[in-house]
């Protein structure tokens, strides 16, 4: 459109000023014109640059990249220059790449280092390690087993357990009845003691209390004190009896022995 639109501007132009001009001076003129003419004409899609077809504002290599491209022709950087990298790119795009293929290969130093690392990591033949794994195996099987046992020995006793512990906890409440029953027992002494009701934080009341219990402990420690030594005079008698009866029958070996 534009270089129609020029097209019809110039020839009146020309018309309204060629009476006036030279040879010369046309031969500018139109020479001009055409100038002006061509700078509207498009550019062919060959001269144009590729980002000008470029519409996914991607850049360059991660285009390149979608088109199954390799990112880059040259190596812009160290790492696209270590063995990691062009294995990967060998890997990933095979001749595109441009890399060698001997490279994803270890060379004779690798394969030495390897063997090294392998000796250290790994000391044990193979038989060994078979052997070893029997050894923790079974060393797992004796421990479960044991414990299995122990189980089996702490569920036989589980029913002693739960008797000793009723017995524990009946004992427990009745010695707290008991105590119980000796406080209220203590307490209607002391209100007979003044003949009328105290209130129990009267300190009168509560001085009479503690001499009651005081007396009551040293009658209960008294009992204490002569159920044990009934106890040890059992024990003694019963130590006594056992070695006369025995004294008795060696007395009675050696005079059969004698005869």
Known sequence: ????????????????????????????????????????????????PESFFNKSRLLPQHRRML??????????????LTEKYQRKMYGKYGS????DPKICFPTS????????????AYPFT?????????????????????REEEISVKLEKL?????????????????????KQRKDRLIEEVRRHFGFNVDPKDER?????????????KKQKEVKKKAKEEKMMAKLVEKTSSLDSNGEKDKNEVTEEAK
Not at 96 to 99: I, N
Not at 206 to 213: N, P
């Open 96 to 99: 595109q790449s441009k890399v």
């Open 126 to 146: 193979l038989q060994e390690m078979m052997q070893k794994v029997k050894v923790d195996q079974q060393a797992k099987k004796d421990k479960i087993m044991k």
């Open 1 to 48: 459109m534009n270089g129609l639109r020029v097209q019809r501007i110039f020839p009146t132009s020309r018309l309204l000023f060629q009476r006036n001009l030279s040879s010369k001076e046309v031969e500018s003129t139109t020479k001009t014109e055409n100038e002006v003419v061509a700078s509207f004409v498009e550019e062919p899609e060959e001269s144009k």
């Open 67 to 80: 088109m199954k491209e390799t990112p880059y022709d040259e190596p812009q950087s160290w790492i696209h």
């Open 109 to 120: 130093q690798d394969l030495e280092d390897r063997k090294e690392y392998e000796s250290v």
């Open 159 to 179: 029913e002693q357990w739960k008797t000793d512990l009723k017995n524990k906890i009946a004992k427990k409440e009745s010695e707290a009845l008991v105590a």
């Open 205 to 217: 009341f509560k001085e009479l209390l503690e001499a009651k219990e005081k007396e009551d402990k």
